[in-house]
């Protein structure tokens, strides 16, 4: 979607090394949001952030951590990637802090752990 | 606990034909609710949503929900489906406090021309 932007699309990586996924915005949009999606899961909440160095766990935090060193920028690592996190991956951002205008979400990263 | 139920995992309405995808959510009070649509290979486009007020909502594309309480759901449906609109449907949930969603499982849409 303009203004949501997710690097890698695609990536390919070995069990146990570190991953970093990137979610950009120029819509300087406050709340930002990671979210894993799994064939009969749906979405599922991993980290969210309401602003610059606030961030929060959600649902399925375990493995995973976050950063928000700038509006623009939430970054998603995975501390030791396990086959488990192999998934499609989403950022989302919103305008308010209660969700009632829903998300615009990203276009996604497709992660395979091999 | 919050929870969203799509009981339709893959449905498949010829061109023409009308539609409607079910969604029943479980949540202590009246939650925002939600319809996305995901094109193959794309994020999640928001296509209507309900806060409070006319429980029929209209959306993008010709969609409309509404919203039912007493059956704690909010079914998306369309009067005529067009071959573009092939694509996952998810509907969720989110607290009114919290911002905290929960997105159900999905309904698959294929449409025969």
């Known amino acids: 979607d303009a203004g949501i932007t997710q690097s890698p699309r695609h990536k390919v990586t070995e069990t146990g090394t570190p991953v970093t996924l990137r979610c950009h915005q120029t819509?300087?949009?406050?709340?930002m949001y990671w979210y894993r999606q799994d064939p009969g899961h749906g979405l599922r909440l991993i980290h969210y952030?309401?602003?610059?160095?606030?961030?929060d766990k959600g649902e399925v935090s375990d493995g995973y951590s976050v950063s928000r060193s700038k509006t623009e920028d939430f970054l998603l690592t995975l501390e030791s990637a396990t086959s488990s996190q192999t998934s499609v991956y989403f950022c989302?951002?919103?305008?308010?802090?209660?969700?009632?205008?829903?998300?615009?979400f990203g276009s996604g990263t497709r992660l395979t752990v091999v | 606990a919050q929870s969203v139920t799509q009981p339709d995992i893959h449905i498949t309405v010829s061109e023409g034909a009308s539609l409607e995808l079910r969604c029943n959510y479980s949540?202590?009070?009246?939650?925002?609710l939600f319809w996305y649509v995901q094109s193959p290979g794309q994020g999640l486009q928001l296509l209507l949503k309900?806060?409070?007020?006319?429980?029929l909502v209209q959306g993008i594309k010709g969609f409309e929900a509404e919203f039912k309480r007493s059956q704690s759901s909010f079914n998306l449906r369309k009067p005529s489906v067009h071959w573009s609109d092939a694509a996952e449907y998810f509907c969720?949930?989110?607290?009114?406090?919290?911002?905290?969603?929960?997105f159900g499982t999905g309904t698959s849409l294929t449409v025969i021309p």
């Open positions: 989302a951002i919103s305008t308010d802090r209660d969700g009632g205008g829903g998300y615009t």
């Open positions: 819509e300087n949009h406050r709340y």
């Open positions: 952030s309401y602003g610059v160095k606030d961030t």
């Open positions: 949540y202590g009070a009246t939650p925002y």
């Open positions: 309900y806060f409070s007020g006319d429980t």
């Open positions: 969720a949930v989110g607290a009114r406090v919290g911002n905290q969603f929960y």
